[in-house]
């Protein structure tokens, strides 16, 4: 029988949660489903040793009888599929030779699989730990980097800060990995993911950035981008930390969000579920991000700009071009965006280091990443 191979020292344990992270090492998460889906890992994938209804029923008997008996009663509900289970892991294992596994606190579940898995001549590491373990790791970087060296990338709607942090290597993408843009026209094609895989997510890329910048540099954005919120302490960081404003004209600006909510929306959309339904999401993904504002524009304003946006959508639907929506992305820059944007950014107005154009700002940010 083998010996399984598990780190003991807290540093070694540290070390070993950033190799597995920096090097992408897949994952066999033993835990239930519903333990699963509530977050993850990037590349983990949920084997479970229990079903959820499985889980259930340790669990309470736990509660009720003790660990002897929640034991004894566990291997009787899995016995009659464990073989297939067993196979799922080992052909993972195969398929990933550098593959490890956990359960939630890298106890039970995990030494019953891994010692089910030698049993069957396969060798597997066990995450000491577990999913909490590893978890724990990862809100610590988190927290830890918002002590860091941050730069705050600002300015008005459709200047490209988003593309300004993807393009630098230092840069920390907190509204691509929410899968929104943190406007009322934000909302992707697909779903947000769950607020504990967002930040898991966000610490694995610090730690890729960090093995060549100690700073980071991130979009000013509001906590809450859609339905997840940007980590405590590292919000808290950003809004004392140094700006720079990205100030670029208006029709660059309006090229930008046409493309953004227009062009890239209608492939977006109709790739995920054809022409015909892809369209009729598509326009209502518009009528709802303006409607979101509706409150602010005013009543009249809002039924204006409402039937300016039918119009556009018609046009494009009859042509192909996407230029009428620039008649109505312009009104609401000028009569909500803009003066919003800019009633906060005075607000700020201390943290300013550099304003300019875009290639002028990230010019800037290379010259002084550190």
């Not at 509660?63 to 080992?90: C, F, M, P, Y």
């Not at 009428?324 to 965006?337: E, V």
């Amino acid at each position: 029988m083998s010996e399984l191979k598990m780190p003991q020292s807290d540093l070694q344990e540290q070390q070993l949660y950033r190799s597995l992270f920096l090097s992408k090492t897949p994952l066999i998460d033993l835990r239930a489903p519903v333990e699963f889906v509530q977050g993850a890992f990037p590349e983990s994938c949920n084997l479970p040793l229990m079903t959820d209804n499985e889980r259930e029923q340790v669990g309470t008997c736990y509660k009720k009888e003790g660990q002897a008996a929640a034991i004894t009663l566990g291997h009787q509900l899995v016995a009659s599929d464990i073989q297939n289970r067993i196979r799922k892991w080992a052909q993972f294992k195969e398929a990933n030779s550098t593959a490890w596994l956990y359960c939630f606190r890298g106890g039970l579940r995990s030494r019953l699989s891994a010692q089910f898995l030698i049993d069957h001549g396969v060798d597997i590491n066990i995450v000491p730990g577990g999913y909490k373990a590893l978890r724990r790791y990862l809100i610590d970087v988190i927290d830890q980097a918002a002590e860091q060296k941050l730069m705050i990338v600002g300015g008005n709607t459709g200047c490209g800060k988003t593309q300004l942090i993807q393009a630098l290597d230092n840069g920390l993408d907190i509204e691509g990995r929410a899968n929104h843009r943190g406007s009322s026209f934000g909302k992707q094609v697909t779903p947000q993911p769950r607020q504990i895989s967002y930040e898991n997510q966000l610490a694995i890329d610090i730690l890729h950035i960090s093995q060549h910048a100690n700073s980071l540099v991130i979009e000013d954005e509001s906590k809450a981008i859609g339905a997840l919120y940007v980590p405590e302490l590292l919000f808290a960081g950003m809004t004392r930390a140094p700006m720079v404003v990205v100030d670029d004209p208006l029709d660059i600006r309006l090229q930008r969000l046409c493309y953004e909510y227009c062009t890239s929306m209608t492939e977006k959309f109709s790739q995920a579920l054809g022409a015909e339904q892809g369209w009729l999401a598509y326009e209502k993904y518009l009528h709802n991000g303006l409607y979101g504002i509706r409150k602010r524009l005013g009543t009249e304003k809002f039924k204006v700009i409402n039937d300016v946006l039918d119009a556009a959508l018609k046009q494009q639907q009859n042509t192909g071009s996407v230029e009428g929506h620039l008649n109505w992305i312009a009104p609401i820059l000028r009569d909500y965006y803009d003066p919003m944007y800019q009633y906060q950014l005075g607000k700020k107005a201390d943290r300013i280091q550099f304003s300019g154009t875009f290639q002028e700002v990230k010019e800037w940010l290379t010259v002084n990443k550190k």
